[in-house]
Nanobody, 117 residues
C-alpha cells in the first residue's frame, strides 16, 4: 500500500515556473515507477511524465518535452515535477501515481495548477 500526497500547485503567469512534489508513504518507494498525470476541466486525465525506479530513465509526453523535468529522491520518498515556461494550456489538476508492474495503482488527491495569460 502506498499513500501519495501532492503539493506545490498554485496560480502563476504564463512563462513562470512551479515545482510539484509528491510525498509517498508506505513500503518500498524505490520499487515503484512514479508518474505525473494531469486533468483539465472537461478533459480526460492524460500522462505527463514517468520516472523508473532508479531514476535513470524518464519519459515525457510530447507537449511537455523540454519544459518539464521529473525527478525522484528515493531517500526522501519523493518525486518532483519541475515545470518551466508554463502555458495557459498547462492549467489542470496534477496527480502523481505509483506503478509496481501492474498499472498505475496508487494515486494522490491532486494539486491544482492554474496558468494565467
Amino acid at each position: 500500500q502506498v499513500q501519495l500526497v501532492e503539493s506545490g500547485g498554485g496560480l502563476v503567469q504564463a512563462g513562470d515556473s512551479l515545482r510539484l512534489s509528491c510525498a509517498a508513504s508506505g513500503r518500498a518507494f524505490s520499487s515503484y515507477t512514479m508518474g505525473w498525470f494531469r486533468q483539465a476541466p472537461g478533459k480526460e486525465r492524460e500522462f505527463v511524465a514517468r520516472i523508473y525506479r532508479s531514476g535513470d530513465t524518464t519519459t515525457y509526453a510530447d507537449f511537455v518535452k523540454g519544459r518539464f523535468t521529473i525527478s525522484r529522491d528515493n531517500a526522501k520518498n519523493t518525486v518532483y515535477l519541475q515545470m518551466n515556461s508554463l502555458k495557459p494550456e498547462d492549467t489542470a489538476a496534477y496527480y502523481c501515481s505509483a506503478n509496481l508492474n501492474s498499472g498505475w495503482t496508487y494515486w494522490g488527491q491532486g494539486t491544482q495548477v492554474t496558468v494565467s495569460s
